[in-house]
């Protein structure tokens, strides 16, 4: 009896140790682009579409999931879609596994307080298998995909509708083929609160050139002259800017231009010995990676653990 017990105890302090999952480089650039509030283009649709992720999410804890809300501005307490979206590997694509809250009300607006969504369970969702999508890189850099066919039921049009998305570092499209005679469908696209148009322009000099953040240390700007020594050579390993995270296999880094263009790395990659590097020889920071994965003028660098 005794030694059953002490193996029983081995088996769960083994199980508490095992180290979570890592992201693979497609979901965590996913998972890096989804978080954000979006609003329909055409503003006498007045559409806001708000996307959260979830922090120690107790319905999938191997995999990243979010809480999406979609409802009119006008009438933002009565959310017309409201859903989770789990993140998984697929070969280089993504798959995008849908469920939908059992008690709508109970996960309305939650979107505005992450924190409260690690308290639901997979108990407390039902899966959406007739929902459920895969996106695949596209060569010019953004993500699309969405459903097989029409097969997502939607009881507000009583149909089954065909579920297309886009999403890149400025905007997400949202499309659902069916609602109306026209086959249309809405669009939205991201809200970029508090930045104005003329904010998007190459940045007058500075003396702050590049701001990075983490979630364990405050926000830090730097200056060309504090890169360029810490440098030497011009060239500097983003291991060497960004602290290692309580989680690391589950964090990755977002890279963003000031033209807010959007580059995200696993952990990993930025520790491994291949780890893409700042090139500060120039007037502003360039990030030097993978084709497809560069940027020029680089702004900041955040680290995000997923599931937190």
């Known amino acids: 009896m005794i030694l059953r017990a ?41 559409v806001r ?51 939908e809250p059992r008690d709508l009300a109970g996960v309305r607006g939650k979107w505005r307080e992450p924190e409260e969504l690690s308290v639901f369970t997979e108990r407390d969702v039902r899966e959406r298998p007739d929902c459920r999508m895969r996106l ?29 998305v886009s999403l890149s570092p400025q905007t997400l499209e949202w499309r659902e083929e ?9 669009i939205f696209g991201r809200e970029r609160e ?22 364990s240390l405050p926000s830090k700007k730097c200056d060309l002259a504090e890169l360029r020594a810490m440098a030497g050579d011009g060239s500097l390993s983003l291991s060497r800017l960004i602290p290692a995270p309580d989680a690391p296999a589950a964090a990755v880094v977002v890279i963003t231009s000031g033209s807010g263009a959007l580059s995200v790395f696993s952990f990993a990659e ?10 500060v020889s120039g007037p502003a920071p360039r990030l030097v990676a993978a084709p497809g994965r560069g940027l020029s003028d680089v702004v900041s660098i955040e680290v995000r653990v997923l599931g937190r």
């Not at 809480?67 to 009119?72: G, I, M």
Request: a positive charge; hydrophobic letters at 50%; aromatic letters at 6%.
């Open 6 to 46: 002490a193996l029983a105890a081995a088996l769960i302090l083994t199980a508490a140790a095992a180290p979570a999952a890592e992201p693979s480089p497609a979901v965590a650039e996913v998972a890096g682009l989804l978080p954000g509030v979006f609003v329909s283009r055409d503003s006498s649709a007045s």
């Open 194 to 215: 508090g930045v104005s148009s003329s904010s998007r322009e190459a940045p007058a000099a500075a003396s702050a050139v590049l701001t990075i953040s983490s979630p």
């Open 270 to 279: 930025i520790s491994s010995s291949s780890s893409p590097s700042l090139d």
């Open 49 to 99: 579409f708000s996307v959260a992720a979830v922090p120690k999410n107790r319905i999938a804890a191997d995999a990243p999931v979010f809480y999406l809300e979609a409802a009119k501005s006008a009438r933002s307490d009565a959310p017309f879609l409201q859903r989770f979206l789990r993140l998984e590997a697929d070969g280089s694509r993504v798959a995008v596994r849908v469920y």
């Open 136 to 164: 695949v890189k596209a060569p010019a850099g953004h993500w699309a995909g969405g459903t097989a066919a029409a097969t997502c039921f939607s009881p507000a049009a009583n149909a089954r509708l065909a579920v297309t």
């Open 178 to 186: 069916g609602k109306s005679a026209a086959g249309e469908i809405s």
